[in-house]
């Protein structure tokens, strides 16, 4: 059960939300669905939202699973639950359920847009571009004074309107196949300032690196002979870095600690030699300008980065006594995690990261260049769902919804929590239960939460789950022939598609020209 903090008494939080309901009644009149094209007709202006959001900003539907299925009542948790907000803060304040028990998405009702699209666009994911932006910013700012590149990790969203943005934001790109190099490309990042990483780079991928010269990682001795071949096939130098394994453990799940000594990734200081020794006989073909290390992703504490950077340095010591002084970039692998749980748990900021490391860069002549995914874009997407139904198997109930491990891998694969609420509020005088949020793909190990309280929601209506931005849609599949969904974004109180939605021809495409595909099977009638 939730607990009332003792110092408000009842009559303050009846006195709250009267003041919450006029401020609403003032204020939350208009729709915010307008789409781009269709500008804001209506719609809130964002001044006025941001002084409603202010005051009556509330957490997310079931942001703490706390309230037992038996007992409360939707509204009595909600109240609950706007005393104890000051404690917890929304990392991603785009992303708000309003005084109205909407959810949304900067100035637009996510609602809207789901209503805009219909049922057969459903589902899809939505970003927010100034939560992207921002998160941007925190590490430009913290990066302030120094040399360095921000390496946006593309893996973890390689959608090309985001890519661009990001580019135009100022930042480079990291790289882990030659197709996100080629989309790189498309997207405009300078590829002199863009990391090739991968610890299985085919000699494909690295002859089409060479030649667009990116920043290519040495990962083991067949990488570098790869290298070494594909230059001189190609007539040009290579530019490496030598990803070292630190051994550091990075204390995060099994499946995204990279940087053990028992990890696939990278090369082993006591290897050291053998590498510069090939390079130094091949100085034709490869110059040796950095050395990288990536401990892991969903890193919260801000020492670890600190142990890597130390050892990188000793390391970077070592290169130059052996006579290398072409040394000038230090790649310190991806970027922080982020506040999944939302109960107010303390993530460091960039700014904490950077400062961590300064002092240990004061006095040498090095690049740095930190490859953020994560933490750039995680926190500004959700994926938007509908609920197909609700059912119950003894004790345990289900909120069946069209979202599934499919479009959002991360439950399933590592056993992830992301936050889930409803988009609008749930079924009227139902009390709160809990649930498993499930899709429909024929796996037990689909689901996208487990033993989440939240409201009763009707058959067709909402559910968002938060925090969605980074290593969703980009690991999304095709299993039980499901459609990739489609993206959008959000900007103040417009938003536009930013990637169609897969169809069921392209499913097809394969087959072309193998078979004949009549034209009326493929129709689909989504509206993007
Ligand atoms: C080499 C490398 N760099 C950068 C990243 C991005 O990490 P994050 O998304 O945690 O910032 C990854 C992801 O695991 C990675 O493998």
Redesign the pocket.
């Known amino acids: 059960m939730p607990t009332l903090p003792t110092r408000y008494n009842v009559r303050f939080i009846a006195a709250l939300d009267l003041l919450r309901a006029a401020m609403f009644a003032v204020g939350v009149y208009a729709k915010a669905s307008a789409s781009w094209l269709r500008l804001g007709s209506g719609a809130c202006s964002r001044r006025r939202r941001r002084t409603i959001g202010a005051w009556c900003r509330r957490p997310f539907h079931g942001v703490e699973s706390r309230a037992s299925s038996s007992g409360l009542q939707a509204s009595q948790l909600l109240r609950m639950q706007v005393v104890a907000a000051p404690a917890v803060q929304n990392p991603a304040p785009q992303f708000e359920v309003g005084s109205d028990g909407f959810l949304y998405c900067e100035e637009v009702r996510v609602k809207d847009i789901q209503d805009a699209l219909g049922p057969e666009a459903s589902p899809f994911y939505l970003y927010s571009q100034s939560r992207i932006e921002a998160n941007v910013r925190a590490y430009q700012e913290a990066l302030a004074g120094m040399d360095a590149i921000i390496?946006y990790?593309v893996?973890?969203n390689n959608n090309l309107m985001i890519m661009q943005l990001v580019r135009e934001r100022g930042c480079g790109a990291?790289l882990?196949s030659g197709n996100e190099l080629r989309l790189a490309r498309l997207a405009g990042f300078d590829m002199r300032r863009t990391v090739f990483?991968g610890n299985g780079k085919t000699p494909q991928e690295i002859a089409l690196a060479v030649r667009a010269e990116c920043l290519i990682?040495v990962d083991s001795e067949f990488d570098l002979e790869n290298i070494l071949a594909a230059a001189k096939r190609e007539g040009r130098k290579a530019r490496v870095l030598l990803r070292i394994n630190p051994d550091i453990d990075p204390q995060v799940h099994p499946y995204?600690s990279?940087g053990l000594a028992t990890s696939k990734?990278g090369i082993r200081t006591d290897q050291l030699r053998w590498f510069l020794d090939r390079i130094r006989q091949n100085e034709a073909q490869v110059e040796l300008v950095g050395v990288?290390s990536?401990l892991?992703?969903?890193?919260k504490k801000v020492e670890l980065f600190h142990d890597n950077v130390v050892t990188m340095l000793q390391v970077i010591d070592e290169i130059s006594a052996r006579g290398f002084h072409s040394v000038r970039f230090l790649n310190i692998?991806?970027?922080?995690?982020i506040d999944y749980e939302r109960k107010g748990e303390r993530i460091p900021t960039p700014q904490e990261l950077i400062d961590a490391i300064r002092p240990c860069l004061a006095g040498r002549d090095l690049t740095l260049i930190i490859?953020?995914?994560?933490?750039?874009i995680?926190n500004a997407g959700i994926l938007v769902c509908r609920v197909i139904g609700v059912k119950r198997n003894g004790d345990k109930r289900f909120i069946v919804v069209d979202g599934s491990m499919a479009e959002l891998i991360r439950p399933a694969l590592y056993g992830a929590y992301q936050l889930i609420t409803l988009t609008e509020p749930g079924v009227a005088g139902e009390q709160m239960a809990t649930y498993d949020i499930v899709g429909p793909v024929c796996e037990s190990s689909d689901f996208l939460g487990k033993a989440r309280v939240l409201p009763l929601p009707a058959p067709g209506t909402g559910l968002a789950v938060m925090d969605s931005g980074?290593?969703c849609m980009s690991m999304a599949s095709n299993y039980n022939m499901k459609v990739l969904p489609g993206e959008l974004m959000v900007q103040g109180n417009r938003w536009r598609i930013i990637r169609q939605r897969q169809r069921f021809a392209d499913l097809l495409s394969g087959y072309r020209d193998l078979v004949a595909l009549p034209d009326d099977d493929l129709e689909d009638s989504a509206t993007f």
């Not at 692998?333 to 995690?337: D, F, H, S, V």
């Not at 490859?371 to 750039?376: A, D, K, Q, W």
């Open positions: 390496g990790a893996k973890a990291v882990v990483n990682n995204v990279t990734f990288h990536h892991g992703s969903t890193i692998g991806g970027g922080l995690g490859e953020p995914g994560r933490s750039l995680g980074a290593y």
